[in-house]
């Protein structure tokens, strides 16, 4: 994972785009993967290949035999990437705080998580007041996404004390 991350005011639009839409604004390239899975995964172009080309963020997927799947999987994670890596100055608050990991709206809300944070130089008690919680609450709502904690922590200076 990048450790710079992309500033774009755009970001929120573009988290906000529909499937079709967000997968007009990327290019998408399939392949024939590698390793294991016999001889269909060899033979077949069923791995996809996404780049968004406003942000050059690009990522693929061959979890699946499908080609349909790994394209679905693939535009899930693409939408989730672009909230990790592009920022925006400055962070807006998240309107809501109890968004699932499997809600749609998911990633633009650890889009805005991560703006705080950034803005707070990654200390994670500061982005705690400003998001007027707990800091201890603001852990474990970072910890229920492993790449979320993993990237906050990654950007060092988690000092919750």
Known sequence: MSKTFIFNQKRDDWLKLSDS????????????ASGRGGQKRNKTSNAVRFTHEPSGIALSDCSSRSQ??????????????????????????????????????????????????????FIIRNAAQSLEL???????????????????????????G
């Open 21 to 32: 839409e967000l997968e007009k604004a990327c290019r998408l390239d399939f392949f024939k």
């Open 68 to 121: 349909h799947k790994n394209r679905a999987t693939a535009l899930k994670k693409i939408r989730y990437q672009i909230a990790l890596q592009v920022r925006v100055v400055p962070g807006t608050p998240p309107a809501r705080l109890d968004v699932s990991l499997s809600n749609d709206e998911y990633p633009i809300f650890a889009a805005h998580i991560l703006d705080i944070i950034n803005d707070n130089e």
């Open 134 to 160: 707990s800091t201890s609450k603001l852990v474990k709502i970072l910890q229920r996404d492993k790449t979320l904690w993993q990237l906050v922590r990654e950007h060092g200076q988690t000092r919750t």
